[in-house]
């Protein structure tokens, strides 16, 4: 939260800050994992074999992520983003019943609270295994998307809906300069009249990227 205050004096006044945090599921899946995992093998048995104590769980976090979000709030964020990066590891009802339910429990408290209620709510969701016009509901202000997700029919869907956020592969930003350059200028020429876009990776940028790739993708951004 100190982070928050400190960031917000070094930005200009007009320039928003977004605070984030992982969803429910995804910080269920990190903490019955243990760390991260290629397979969550462990967090998809203990998933099948205690369903009702994961969902206990759930709702701890739930009630955490409330707390956490609405601190970052009071320190000054501007907008909120939930990150649910673990979203691909769950399929039709299953994501419903452990990822999207209590994800709508943290918008509903967030909603809900006179501090958070007028703060825009940016959703990710990775990859997942049912479409993104399917997933959004109404607390929700902006969908940011995955890499794989086709930026140009969802924009077609989502226009005078939702804001978008979005979803250059970050492995672009290992190749050379000119291909960065080209490749963001195709998301924002897409994007260009769209009413309420936020440009931006399409997942986590990864540690082996250079800063100077991304000052290259953020000049092609500006230009």
Known sequence: FKAVEETKKQLPKDLPLIGFCGSPWTLAAYSIEGGGSKDFNKTKSFMKEYPNELREFLEILSNACYEYLKQQVLSGVNA???????????????????????????????????????????????APKKKITELVFKDISCMSLHWQENIKTIAKDFKNKYAIQGNLNPHILLEPDELIWNETQKICTIMNKYPGFIFNLGHGITPDIKPDKVKVMIDAIRE
């Open 80 to 126: 909120l983003q939930i990150f649910d990066s673990w979203a691909d590891l769950l399929s039709g009802k299953d994501l419903d019943d452990f990822s999207l339910q209590y994800t709508q429990i943290l918008t509903n408290q967030l909603k809900a609270d006179p501090i958070t209620s007028n703060i825009p709510i940016i959703l990710f969701e990775k």
